[in-house]
Nanobody, 126 residues
């Protein structure tokens, strides 16, 4: 059982930046594909970004490509989401997720992810 704990959320003005972190408890962290999702009030949880084991293996939602960057530290068992040029529509609870299927197969589908964190709130004011 992998435990994921997110941190780094908060309140920021439009145009600002935040970096989210997600610490994993499992020593086999490097064998998982990692993803970030978000859920705004009244909306379904949506895919934001995913990262495989290798540096170039990333996948972004169109809405965040060019503004957000996902990275991971396989020694610290941590995945990050650097969010720049934030917009009010980025306001949501952000969730970290781990997919046990493979460290290289990236998917935007929620059902592909086996473990989820508790979420961290990001609020972007206009």
């Amino acid at each position: 059982q992998v435990q994921l704990v997110e941190s780094g959320g908060g309140l920021v003005q439009a145009g600002g930046s935040l970096r989210l972190s997600c610490a994993a408890s499992d020593r086999t962290f490097s064998s998982y594909a990692m993803g970030w999702f978000r859920q705004a009030p009244g909306k379904e949880r949506e895919f934001v970004a995913a990262r495989g084991w290798s540096v170039g293996n990333t996948y972004y939602a169109d809405s965040v490509r060019g503004r957000f960057t996902i990275s991971r530290d396989n020694v610290q068992n941590t995945v990050y989401l650097q969010m720049n040029s934030l917009k009010p529509e980025d306001t949501a609870v952000y969730y970290c997720a781990a997919a046990a299927r493979s460290s290289w197969y990236l998917s935007p589908a929620r059902y592909e992810y086996d473990y989820w964190g508790q979420g961290t709130q990001v609020t972007v004011s206009s």
